[in-house]
């Protein structure tokens, strides 16, 4: 097998985008032709319309859980480095993150719930974690 074979057969992506009007998921998984990423997961859902998903990975072992459930919800998320992970829930309207993580084994977990929350994050460096809940 082909490393370039290799690298797709480790690269997983699931994208689930449910009964809806205009949902849109873009996914980039950066490098992977050029042989720079390796094993990155990535699993979204959206139910609804008019939800925007974006998501890039670059690098190794990242891994990405995103789910938006209602009308005009947006996601953006970045990951750079190695073994990251994003967990991230809308629930509602007009509810909008983005993320950028970059470095190695760190964890974001984020839940909105409600409608018109809005949170911009960004993770740098090692080991590091954070949990957020907002609800309007």
């Known amino acids: 097998m082909t490393f370039l074979k290799q690298l797709l057969a480790a690269t997983v992506v699931m994208l689930v985008s449910l009964p809806g009007v205009a949902n849109d998921i873009p996914v980039a998984l950066a490098g992977l032709l050029e ?13 609804g319309s008019y939800n925007l998903t974006s998501l890039a990975q670059v690098g190794e072992q990242n891994y990405a ?3 938006q ?3 005009e919800n947006t996601l953006t998320i970045e990951q750079q480095g190695f073994n990251n ?3 991230a829930e809308q629930s509602g309207r007009s509810n909008s ?5 970059v470095g190695a084994n760190n964890v974001i977990q984020l839940q909105q719930l409600g409608d018109g929350n ?3 994050i960004q993770q740098t460096g ?3 974690e954070m949990s957020i809940t907002q609800f309007k």
């Open 35 to 47: 042989r720079q990423s390796l094993a990155n997961h990535a699993e979204i859902a959206q139910l």
């Open 65 to 67: 859980y995103l789910a």
């Open 69 to 71: 459930y209602g009308l």
């Open 85 to 87: 992970s994003v967990t």
């Open 97 to 101: 993150a983005t993320i950028l993580q």
């Open 118 to 120: 809005s949170i911009s």
């Open 126 to 128: 090692a080991a590091a």
